[in-house]
C-alpha cells in the first residue's frame, strides 16, 4: 500500500509515526498493527469481499486473465480473483509483513481461516476478540451504536452463497514486495489491474498511474474503489484521520478520471459506493466496544497505543465520519479504465 522507496519496517507494533511525507508508509505500517487487522477484519476497505467481487466482476476478464492486484494487503481479493474466477494474480503490496502473510494464506488456506464475512469484516468469531465483540454487541445495542441505531448483526443464520457458481478452473497467485510507482514488471505484462482504497494514499499519483499504464496491455481494463472527497473536511478531522486512513490524498470522482486521463487511459464508468462506509463505521462502533473490553481486561492495547487517539475520541471519529458521508462530503467511488488501443 505504498508507492514511496523507503524500506518498511516487519516488527514495529507501535502508533506510526504519520507526521511525515511518507503517506503510504504510515499507512502500510498501521494495517500491518494486529488490533487493527482485528477491528477491519480480512478485507481493508470499506464494501469488503461484497465490493471486491463486484469490482472484478465488472471487470469481466475470461479465464485465465492476468492480473495485477496493486496495493493488496493480505491477499484477500488476490485470493478471491484465483480461486473463484479463474485469473492468474500477481499481488503486489510495499509491506513485507503483508506480502509473508498473503502468500502463506494461498499456500495453505487451510491452516489459517482467512474468510471474511460479506461486509469484509473477519468471519472468526472463536477468537477472543471475536467472543467478546459478539457478547457485547448482542447484549448492549445501544452502547455499541447510541440511541434508537440498531446495528448489531442479526441473530438469524444467513445462508452462505457458492463462491465459485460456475465452477471455473482454479487460476494460480503470487506475492511480491514493491513500490506503486516503480513496478518490478515488463511493459504490457497484464491484461487487468486492481487497486482497493490506496491510489489516495500514493504520493506521487501521476507516476503511480503512468506505471499503471506501462504494465498493462493495449485495450486492458483497470477497476479501483477509493475515497472520493468533495469540498474542503474540518481541520481537526482531517489532521486525525487522513494520515492512516485511504483519504490521505483522496480526490474529487473528477480529480481521479482526469488523473488517468492524462496518463492515456479512457474513462468507463463511476459508481457510487458511500453506503458502504456507512456499514462500515456501524462494524467499527461495534468492534470499538470489544477493543474497550479487551483493554479492561488487559487482552487488547489501548487505542492511544494502536491508533494515536483514545477510544472516546475514536467513537467521535467515527460520529463525524458518518455526518460527512451523509452530507455528501466523503464518498467511496468504483471507477473504471481501460487503456487505449494500438
Known sequence: MNDSGTTQPTGDQSTPNCSTDATATCCANFYEQDLVQELMGGSYHPGGENLSRTLVEKLELPVGSSILDVACGVGTTSRMMASDFGLNVTGLDFSAVNVSKATALWDNSAAVDESP????????????????LNNAA????????????????PTEP?????????????????FVQGSADDLPFEEGAFDGLTCECAVSTF???TKVARE????L???SIFGMTDMVVNGDLPADFSEKVAPWTCMAKALTADGYRELFLKEGFEFVQFEDFSHTLLELAKDMKRKLV??????????????????????SEMRQLLATSTELVRAGKIQYGLLLFRTGRQ
Open 158 to 174: 444467513v445462508a452462505e452463497a457458492n463462491p465459485n457458481p460456475n465452477q471455473v478452473p482454479t487460476g494460480v497467485a503470487s
Open 217 to 219: 496491455k493495449p485495450g
Open 290 to 311: 470489544m477493543a474497550g473490553m479487551g483493554k479492561a481486561i488487559g487482552a487488547l492495547p489501548s487505542m492511544s497505543e494502536t491508533m494515536g487517539m483514545s477510544l
Open 212 to 215: 499503471f499504464s506501462r504494465v
Open 203 to 205: 504520493a506521487n499519483q
Open 117 to 132: 464475512s460479506p461486509n469484509g469484516m473477519s468471519s472468526d468469531n472463536t477468537s477472543l476478540t471475536g467472543m467478546v
Open 138 to 153: 448482542s447484549q448492549n445495542d445501544e452502547a455499541c451504536c447510541g440511541p434508537g441505531e440498531s446495528c448489531c448483526p
